[in-house]
């Protein structure tokens, strides 16, 4: 019978375990992929002194039970081990379709708020904590919004569900944190509300009226009279309006957006989903405003831009080229300033409160057009249809809101015409 293996403290060493001249202990083992490794740690078990000068996390003892249930789980330990976070996202980013401007965002919130702080870490040191206490600090050293907040979750949740599926750790760090930032701070998804009837009259009637903002209108009366994304129609081309159908094809996007060099840059890009490509039937003032659009243009040159193989676009800036989303949400800011400013005086003069235009987006424009068309329209799927939204939910959140005030209507006129007591 072989005299068992022991330590320089007399301490029997068990299979695969040893201990070097230096002192430090290894433990011997081969991974799920059959590969021979090593770990190394100065104590044999927890309560053992470390040396002098050394650092040490774990015994080897409570390393080995780690790896022995590691193996059993199929978990690879070593690669966890070794493999940072910012390695994990590389391997990501290379085998995720996405679209470009999606791409560009992704690698430029992780490059820089993610890649020299966690990102530097091995991952299976990281842990719920500590995804928790790195979310807490861009939301309070880096002032970071609720959606900030869910760009960076989108970006890490699914980076550490590939790691979980290949294997090297046995859950997702990150699962259940967001919902309880979102809790201990009171997040609400910031609502974008629809301009009520009076606003939006107010705002058409003013740009209509305006000698310095009238050129705009053909282009909110395409805003409010589709609910298009800003980037679907700025991009729309001639060929996309069929005036003998009354319709309109919406199958693509114009987006301003930071490239990897770091240029902002205009480009085409396919509509945010597959339910984003649709027609919109043409209100006659859309109609009107289009064509108006077209015979100054006619006049004055039509638009020059060519841009991914796509030319011929509707609307045109002072130079001859497409509108920048950023342009039109500054010059909205300016027109509803000023119409605030004249309807105080005029408000005044009459001896009535002003109907004031809050601050509001492109964007907003689009939702005061689901708005209206929920106040009027009682089949969903229609509504859902025209607005491009992949979920039915969106639509039902819209519609819900849009209805607030017609049931309080409802009511009010059928106060006392039903017995209830």
């Keep these: 019978m072989s005299e068992k293996r022991r330590d320089s403290k007399n301490r029997v060493l068990q299979n695969g375990e040893s201990q070097r001249k230096d002192g430090k202990y290894e433990f011997k083992y081969v991974d799920v992929n059959g590969t021979r490794r090593s770990a190394y740690s100065w104590k044999l078990v927890a309560t053992d002194r470390v040396p002098e ?7 080897l003892r409570e390393m080995e039970k780690q790896i ?24 990501y980013m290379s085998t995720k379709e996405l679209k470009q401007s999606t791409r560009t965002n992704y690698q430029y919130m992780y490059k820089n708020y993610v890649s020299d702080t966690i990102g530097k870490r091995r991952i299976s040191s990281i842990k719920y904590s500590d995804i928790k206490k790195f979310y807490n600090s861009l939301i309070l050293e880096k002032k970071f919004k609720p959606n900030s907040m869910e760009i960076i979750n989108t970006i890490l949740y699914p980076v550490f569900t590939m790691a979980v599926r290949d294997g090297y750790i046995r859950t997702n760090p990150s699962d259940g944190v967001m919902a309880e930032i979102e809790k201990s701070h009171n997040w609400e998804k ?3 509300h629809a301009l009520t009837e009076k606003q939006q009259s107010l705002f058409v009637d003013f740009v209509a009226g305006s000698d310095t903002y009238k050129h705009w209108l053909p282009l909110f009366t395409v805003l409010l009279g589709t609910g298009c994304r800003i ?8 060929e996309d309006c069929d005036f003998t159908e009354n319709i309109i094809s ?3 996007n114009l987006i301003y957006r930071q490239q990897d060099d770091g240029k902002c840059e205009m480009h ?10 649709r027609i919109i039937p043409m209100f006659e003032a859309v109609r009107k405003a289009l064509l108006q659009e077209r015979r100054q243009q006619m006049k004055c040159g039509f638009n020059t831009a060519i841009i991914d193989g796509y030319s011929g676009f509707v609307f045109t800036n002072r130079c001859g080229y497409v509108h920048n989303p950023q342009t039109i949400n500054r010059a909205i800011k300016r027109i509803y300033t000023a119409c605030n400013e004249q309807e105080k005086v005029q408000a005044k003069k009459e001896h009535r409160q002003p109907v004031l235009i809050p601050h509001f987006s492109a964007h907003n424009l689009r939702h005061t057009f689901c708005t ?29 809101e849009a209805t607030k005030e017609r049931k309080q209507e409802s009511f009010a006129r059928l106060e006392g015409k039903i017995k209830i007591c």
Excluded at 70 to 85: R, Y
Excluded at 231 to 238: D, Q, Y
Excluded at 268 to 277: M, N, Q, S, V
Excluded at 378 to 385: T, V
Aim: charged share 25%; glycine share 8%; with cysteine.
């Design 268 to 277: 085409i890009t396919t509509p945010k989903t597959e339910a984003g490509k």
């Design 372 to 400: 209206r068309l929920c106040e009027n329209e009682n089949d969903l799927k229609i509504i859902q249809e025209i607005m491009g939204h992949s979920d039915i939910t969106t639509t039902m959140n819209v519609y819900n």
């Design 53 to 59: 000068g050394k650092r040490c996390e774990l015994s």
């Design 250 to 252: 919406i199958n693509h």
């Design 68 to 91: 022995r249930r590691d193996l059993e789980d199929g978990i690879q330990t070593h690669t966890a081990n070794t493999k940072t976070l910012n390695q994990l996202f590389d391997t």
């Design 231 to 238: 980037g679907e129609v700025i991009g729309l081309t001639w």
């Design 190 to 192: 910031t609502k974008r």
